[in-house]
C-alpha cells in the first residue's frame, strides 16, 4: 500500500502530467462555419486524418477564436487549423488538393508549394501552454 501511495505522489514527474493548451486562432474572417484542430504527437502520419492525436472543433468568431484542449500529457506536437467555413467537417480542396478554405499551423506557415514538416511546426509541451495561430 505504501508503495501505490509513492507512485501516486510522484505519477506527474513521470511524464503524465496534465497540460491545458490554449490555442489562439487569428485572422478568422467570418463567424460562420467552425474551426477544427487537430493535434498530432508525432511526424509519421502528419497531416493525415488516421494518424490525429487528438482533436477539437469549435464554432468560428470573426478576428480571433480561441480553444482550450485540456489534459495533455508532456510531450511534443504539431498542430494544424482551418477554418471550416461551410460546417462540411471537411478541408475542402480545388482540384489540385490546395485548400480552398484558410489554414495555419503551430510555428509555421503553409510553404509555396506545400504544407510545412512535424518538425518545422512542433513544439514541446511540458506544463499550460498558449500559442497563436494565423490563419
Known amino acids: ?3 501505490i501511495r509513492l ?3 510522484f505519477l506527474p514527474f513521470l511524464g503524465l502530467a496534465q497540460n491545458r493548451l490554449t490555442v489562439e486562432v487569428e485572422g478568422v474572417q467570418s463567424s460562420s462555419g467552425n474551426i477544427n ?3 498530432y504527437n508525432q511526424k509519421d ?3 493525415k486524418f488516421e494518424s490525429v492525436f487528438l482533436s477539437d472543433s ?3 468568431n470573426a478576428g480571433r ?10 510531450g511534443e506536437y504539431a498542430l494544424a487549423v482551418f477554418h471550416d467555413e461551410n460546417g462540411n467537417n471537411i478541408l475542402d480542396t480545388n482540384w489540385l488538393g490546395i485548400p ?3 489554414i495555419g499551423f503551430s510555428q509555421s506557415r503553409m510553404k509555396t508549394f506545400g ?3 512535424f518538425k518545422e511546426c512542433a513544439f514541446r509541451l511540458s506544463s499550460d501552454k498558449a500559442i497563436k495561430i494565423n490563419l
Not at 477564436?65 to 508532456?74: D, G, H, K, M, S
Request: aromatic residues 4%.
Open 115 to 117: 504544407p510545412p514538416s
Open 7 to 9: 507512485i501516486l505522489l
Open 45 to 47: 502520419g502528419f497531416l
Open 100 to 102: 480552398k478554405e484558410p
Open 1 to 3: 500500500m505504501k508503495n
Open 58 to 60: 469549435t464554432h468560428a
Open 65 to 74: 477564436t480561441e480553444v482550450q484542449i485540456n489534459n495533455l500529457p508532456n
Open 37 to 39: 484542430i487537430a493535434i
